[in-house]
């Protein structure tokens, strides 16, 4: 017969192996809850990193509420943000296009551009996160169209500063209406076709050669006019040399009636004092030396006698 006082070894091991059993279970419980509240804050908080705004689905439905740069924080599970980016971004494409004059041109524009901050929900919402290839791409293939079919070709060269504005406002204006600022175009040299790239260069050898004759032709004028200059300069000293020696000759003349001896007194003042080396028979002395006259001779004489 079985003693009640005695312990039962089977039931004092069932309650040890339950009393096990049920601390496991709180370890695991204690686990799930700690790793259920760190998934739950993880998810809470988001962090809006620099130059980017958040955009908030709620259950994939966008949010009227654009979040900044920071943390933030956020129903669990039923809201999720996505960060647009609107820091100056840039966007290059090639475009093509026709001249007023069915020219073939081909260009490349360079854009920069940021998105509007505030409006970066409906950016997301009405766009998508690659708004660029959906909006910015097709907007420059249409703005240049448009713009280059207002000039010819060669106002495209010779007025490209024009075209240039007008093809940045158009893309400015259409870009705008998108909630897209448009910071600076910058569009690189049109290129023709060859054959009216050959044209246009024979068009600029012709004219170069067109200045270079005129040129040319104002060097001979200038030449012609100075010859003229000088032959009435010429023509005006001769008449002022004729009228100085008609004017010496009436006044040599009026000398040689009032004095005969004028022209003996010219050539003694004119002298360089050398006499000529030979005389021919008949010949006329230069100039008359004054002679005594014979009583003047005789007086002279009769004044050494009586000096003696």
Same mark, same amino acid.
Do not use: C
């Given at each position: 017969?079985?003693?009640?006082?005695?312990?039962?070894?089977? @039931?004092?091991?069932?309650?040890?192996?339950?009393? =096990?059993?049920?601390? &496991?279970?709180?370890?695991?419980?204690?686990?799930?809850?700690?790793?259920?509240?760190?998934?739950?804050?993880?998810?809470?908080?988001?962090?809006?990193?620099?130059?980017?705004?958040?955009?908030?689905?709620?259950?994939? +439905?966008?949010?009227?509420?654009?979040?900044?740069?920071?943390?933030?924080?956020?129903?669990?599970?039923?809201?999720?943000?996505?960060?647009?980016?609107?820091?100056?971004?840039?966007?290059?494409?090639?475009?093509?296009?026709?001249?007023?004059? #069915?020219?073939?041109?081909?260009?490349?524009? +360079?854009?920069?551009?940021?998105?509007?901050?505030?409006?970066?929900?409906?950016?997301? *919402?009405? #766009?998508?996160?690659?708004?660029?290839?959906?909006?910015?791409?097709?907007?420059? *293939?249409?703005?240049? &169209?448009?713009?280059?079919?207002?000039?010819?070709?060669?106002?495209?060269?010779? =007025? =490209?500063?024009?075209? @240039?504005?007008?093809?940045?406002?158009?893309?400015?204006?259409? %870009?705008?209406?998108?909630?897209?600022?448009?910071?600076?175009?910058?569009?690189?040299?049109? &290129?023709?076709?060859? +054959?009216?790239?050959?044209?246009?260069?024979?068009?600029?050898?012709?004219? *170069? @050669?067109?200045?270079?004759?005129?040129?040319? #032709? &104002?060097?001979?004028?200038?030449?012609?006019?100075?010859?003229?200059?000088?032959?009435?300069?010429?023509? =005006?000293?001769?008449?002022? @040399?004729?009228?100085?020696?008609?004017?010496?000759?009436?006044?040599?003349?009026?000398? %040689?009636?009032?004095?005969?001896?004028?022209?003996?007194? %010219?050539?003694?003042?004119?002298?360089?004092?050398?006499?000529?080396?030979?005389?021919?028979?008949?010949?006329?002395?230069?100039?008359? #030396?004054?002679?005594?006259?014979?009583?003047?001779?005789?007086?002279?004489?009769?004044?050494?006698?009586? %000096?003696?």
């Amino acid at each position: 017969m079985r003693n009640p006082f005695k312990p039962n070894p089977d @039931k004092e091991s069932y309650q040890y192996s339950g009393s =096990r059993s049920s601390n &496991k279970l709180i370890i695991l419980a204690g686990i799930i809850t700690f790793v259920v509240i760190i998934v739950v804050m993880f998810e809470s908080v988001v962090v809006v990193e620099a130059g980017h705004r958040g955009v908030v689905l709620y259950v994939g +439905a966008v949010e009227n509420r654009v979040l900044g740069e920071g943390v933030h924080f956020i129903i669990p599970f039923a809201e999720q943000v996505v960060q647009m980016e609107v820091r100056t971004l840039k966007f290059e494409a090639n475009a093509s296009a026709a001249s007023n004059d #069915l020219q073939e041109v081909q260009t490349t524009v +360079a854009l920069n551009y940021h998105i509007s901050p505030s409006q970066a929900n409906i950016i997301y *919402q009405q #766009l998508g996160a690659d708004y660029a290839d959906r909006i910015i791409a097709p907007t420059i *293939q249409e703005s240049v &169209k448009a713009s280059v079919a207002k000039f010819n070709a060669e106002e495209l060269i010779t =007025r =490209r500063a024009t075209a @240039k504005a007008v093809i940045d406002q158009s893309i400015s204006n259409t %870009l705008s209406a998108r909630n897209i600022v448009v910071e600076t175009v910058f569009i690189t040299d049109f &290129k023709f076709s060859p +054959a009216f790239a050959s044209q246009v260069e024979s068009k600029v050898v012709a004219f *170069q @050669k067109y200045l270079t004759e005129q040129n040319n #032709l &104002k060097a001979v004028q200038v030449i012609a006019n100075q010859t003229v200059v000088q032959a009435n300069a010429t023509a =005006r000293s001769n008449v002022a @040399k004729a009228n100085g020696e008609s004017q010496a000759i009436k006044i040599i003349t009026s000398q %040689l009636k009032q004095s005969p001896t004028y022209l003996q007194w %010219l050539s003694i003042n004119r002298w360089n004092g050398q006499l000529p080396y030979a005389l021919g028979s008949g010949a006329v002395p230069f100039f008359q #030396l004054p002679l005594r006259q014979p009583s003047q001779i005789q007086n002279q004489t009769q004044n050494q006698t009586q %000096l003696r």
